[in-house]
C-alpha cells in the first residue's frame, strides 16, 4: 500500500437495524467510545458505548444503550467534560433544543442521565458544535428560530451534573439561509476563549467568522467581521478542524451543485480576522455532503463523506504548510456501496479511526475502523538505513 491510503482494519457493525441519523461520537478511552445517534421507535434519542479490540479492530457495543429522548432525538453534537461524563445537545420535542449531561460506568459501560436536561432553546434547533472551555463550561454554536445563528455559553454543575446557561445567547446571525435545514454548522476551538464557526447563512452563503468568549462574565461576542467564503450556495455539511494556531481547514459542499470542496483559511490572531489561505481543492465532483474529518499528523487529515450515487468515501489530505495548499494524499476509498449520510469520525490511535453512519439499504447504524498507512520511518541502526 502507498502512504496515507486508507483500508477497512476489521468488518463494520450494524447497531441499529432499523433507523439511524445524526451521530456524534467521542472518545472514552484507548478502546472505549460513545455515540448518540436518532434512532428507531420514531426517531427517539439513543446513546450507547462501543469496545474497540485492538487486535482485531472488530467494534462491538459494550453495554445496552439508553433511549434519552423518546420522542426526538435529532441533531446531536456531543463533547466530553471528565473521564466518564459527556455532554450532549439535540433537537428534541417540538423541534427544541436541549443540553444534558451523561454519565458512563467504566465498569459495566452503562450510560445514564446524570441529571435532568435542560430545554434552553423553546423555538427550533438544527445542527449544533460544541466544545469545552474549562472543567464545567461548554460553548454550543447552532442555527435555532428562522435557521438565525447563535451561540451560548452553560455551565455544568460538577457536583449535581445539572446544566444551566452562563450567560445571554448571542444571535451571531440574524438572516438565516433560504433553506429549511441549516445543513452542518461547524466550529473549532483556537485558542482558550476563541472559536471559529462555518455557517450556511442569508443568500445560502457560505460563511466563517470568529468569537471571544468573555471568561468572566461568559458573554460571547463576534471578534472580528464574518468572510463570505462561498458565494455559489455553499457552506453545507461543514467538517472543520484547528491545524496550528492560525490556521483552520475546512471540508463543505457547495448547494449548487453538492459537489465537496475543502480549504484551509488563516486566523490573524491580532484581530482576529479570517482570510482563505490558498485556493480551495474541490475533492468530489459530485457529491460532498456530510462530511466529517479529523487529523492524522501535522500535513495530513481524512474525511468522510457521501459521494457519487450516494455512497460513502473516505480519503487523506495533505497540507502544504508553505502554501497552505490542499491535495488528495491518496485514492478514495468507498466504503459503503449503497447509502451513505451521518458521519461521524474520530481518532483511536495514531494511523486508526472509527466512523459512524447511516447507511446500507434502509438507513441503519454502522460503525468501522479505518487503517491510515503511515509512510516508513527511516532509523539509523549504526551500520544503515533501515525503514520501519
Same mark, same amino acid.
Given at each position: 500500500?502507498?502512504?496515507?491510503?486508507?483500508?477497512?482494519?476489521?468488518?463494520?457493525?450494524?447497531?441499529?437495524?432499523?433507523?439511524?441519523?445524526?451521530?456524534?461520537?467521542?472518545?472514552?478511552?484507548?478502546?472505549?467510545?460513545?455515540?448518540?445517534?436518532?434512532g428507531?421507535?420514531?426517531?427517539?434519542?439513543?446513546?450507547?458505548?462501543?469496545?474497540?479490540n485492538?487486535?482485531?479492530?472488530?467494534?462491538?457495543?459494550?453495554?445496552?444503550?439508553?433511549?434519552?429522548?423518546?420522542?426526538?432525538?435529532?441533531?446531536?453534537?456531543?463533547?466530553?467534560?471528565?473521564?466518564n461524563?459527556?455532554?450532549?445537545?439535540?433537537?428534541?420535542?417540538?423541534?427544541?433544543?436541549?443540553?444534558?449531561?451523561?454519565?458512563?460506568?467504566?465498569?459495566?459501560?452503562?450510560v445514564? =442521565? /446524570?441529571?435532568?436536561?435542560?430545554?434552553?432553546?423553546?423555538?427550533?434547533y438544527?445542527?449544533?458544535?460544541?466544545?469545552?472551555?474549562?472543567?464545567?463550561?461548554?460553548?454550543?454554536?447552532?442555527?435555532?428560530?428562522?435557521?438565525?445563528?447563535?451561540?451560548?455559553?452553560?455551565?455544568?454543575?460538577?457536583?449535581?451534573?445539572?446544566?444551566?446557561?452562563?450567560?445571554?445567547?448571542?444571535?451571531?446571525?440574524?438572516?438565516?439561509?433560504?433553506?429549511?435545514?441549516?445543513l452542518?454548522?461547524?466550529?473549532?476551538?483556537?485558542?482558550?476563549?476563541?472559536?471559529?464557526?462555518?455557517?450556511?447563512?442569508?443568500?445560502?452563503?457560505?460563511?466563517?467568522?470568529?468569537?471571544?468568549?468573555?471568561?468572566?462574565?461568559?458573554?460571547?461576542?463576534?471578534?472580528?467581521?464574518?468572510?463570505?467564503?462561498?458565494?455559489?450556495?455553499?457552506?453545507?455539511w461543514?467538517?472543520?478542524?484547528?491545524?496550528?494556531?492560525?490556521?483552520?481547514?475546512?471540508?463543505?459542499?457547495?448547494?449548487?451543485?453538492?459537489?465537496?470542496?475543502?480549504?484551509?483559511?488563516t486566523?490573524?490572531?491580532?484581530?482576529?480576522?479570517?482570510?482563505?489561505?490558498?485556493?480551495?481543492?474541490e475533492?468530489?465532483i459530485?457529491?460532498?455532503?456530510?462530511?466529517?474529518?479529523?487529523?492524522?499528523?501535522?500535513?495530513?487529515?481524512?474525511?468522510?463523506?457521501?459521494?457519487?450515487?450516494?455512497?460513502?468515501?473516505?480519503?487523506?489530505?495533505?497540507?502544504?504548510?508553505?502554501?497552505? /495548499?490542499?491535495?488528495?494524499?491518496?485514492?478514495?476509498?468507498?466504503?459503503?456501496?449503497?447509502?451513505?449520510?451521518a458521519?461521524?469520525?474520530?481518532?483511536?490511535?495514531?494511523?486508526?479511526?472509527?466512523?459512524?453512519?447511516?447507511?446500507?439499504?434502509?438507513?441503519?447504524?454502522?460503525?468501522?475502523?479505518?487503517?491510515?498507512?503511515?509512510?516508513?520511518?527511516?532509523?539509523? =541502526?549504526?551500520?544503515?538505513?533501515?525503514?520501519?
Amino acid at each position: 500500500m502507498a502512504a496515507y491510503d486508507v483500508t477497512t482494519a476489521g468488518v463494520s457493525l450494524n447497531f441499529d437495524t432499523q433507523n439511524n441519523n445524526y451521530n456524534s461520537c467521542f472518545k472514552i478511552d484507548d478502546t472505549h467510545i460513545i455515540n448518540f445517534w436518532m434512532g428507531e421507535n420514531g426517531n427517539d434519542g439513543y446513546a450507547q458505548v462501543f469496545t474497540i479490540n485492538t487486535s482485531t479492530w472488530a467494534v462491538t457495543t459494550a453495554a445496552a444503550r439508553l433511549e434519552f429522548d423518546t420522542v426526538n432525538g435529532e441533531n446531536n453534537g456531543c463533547t466530553k467534560i471528565d473521564d466518564n461524563h459527556f455532554i450532549n445537545f439535540w433537537t428534541g420535542e417540538l423541534a427544541d433544543g436541549f443540553a444534558q449531561v451523561f454519565t458512563v460506568n467504566t465498569s459495566t459501560w452503562a450510560v445514564t =442521565t /446524570a441529571a435532568a436536561r435542560l430545554e434552553f432553546d423553546t423555538v427550533n434547533y438544527q445542527g449544533g458544535s460544541c466544545h469545552l472551555i474549562d472543567s464545567n463550561h461548554v460553548i454550543n454554536f447552532w442555527q435555532g428560530n428562522a435557521s438565525d445563528g447563535f451561540a451560548q455559553v452553560f455551565t455544568v454543575n460538577t457536583s449535581t451534573w445539572a446544566v444551566t446557561t452562563a450567560a445571554t445567547s448571542l444571535e451571531f446571525d440574524t438572516v438565516g439561509p433560504s433553506l429549511s435545514d441549516a445543513l452542518g454548522i461547524k466550529s473549532c476551538q483556537i485558542d482558550d476563549n476563541h472559536f471559529i464557526t462555518f455557517w450556511r447563512g442569508a443568500s445560502d452563503l457560505g460563511l466563517t467568522q470568529t468569537f471571544t468568549v468573555n471568561t468572566s462574565t461568559w458573554a460571547v461576542t463576534t471578534a472580528a467581521a464574518r468572510l463570505e467564503f462561498d458565494s455559489a450556495g455553499g457552506g453545507n455539511w461543514n467538517s472543520c478542524f484547528k491545524i496550528d494556531d492560525t490556521h483552520i481547514i475546512n471540508f463543505w459542499a457547495e448547494a449548487s451543485g453538492n459537489d465537496g470542496f475543502v480549504q484551509v483559511f488563516t486566523v490573524n490572531t491580532s484581530t482576529w480576522a479570517v482570510t482563505t489561505a490558498a485556493a480551495r481543492l474541490e475533492f468530489d465532483i459530485v457529491n460532498g455532503a456530510f462530511n466529517s474529518c479529523y487529523q492524522v499528523d501535522s500535513t495530513h487529515f481524512i474525511n468522510f463523506w457521501r459521494g457519487g450515487s450516494g455512497d460513502g468515501f473516505v480519503q487523506t489530505f495533505t497540507i502544504n504548510t508553505s502554501t497552505w /495548499a490542499v491535495t488528495t494524499a491518496a485514492a478514495a476509498l468507498e466504503f459503503d456501496t449503497q447509502n451513505n449520510q451521518a458521519n461521524s469520525c474520530f481518532q483511536i490511535d495514531t494511523n486508526h479511526f472509527i466512523n459512524f453512519w447511516s447507511g446500507g439499504t434502509g438507513a441503519l447504524g454502522y460503525t468501522q475502523i479505518f487503517n491510515v498507512e503511515l509512510p516508513a520511518v527511516a532509523q539509523n =541502526t549504526g551500520n544503515f538505513f533501515a525503514l520501519i
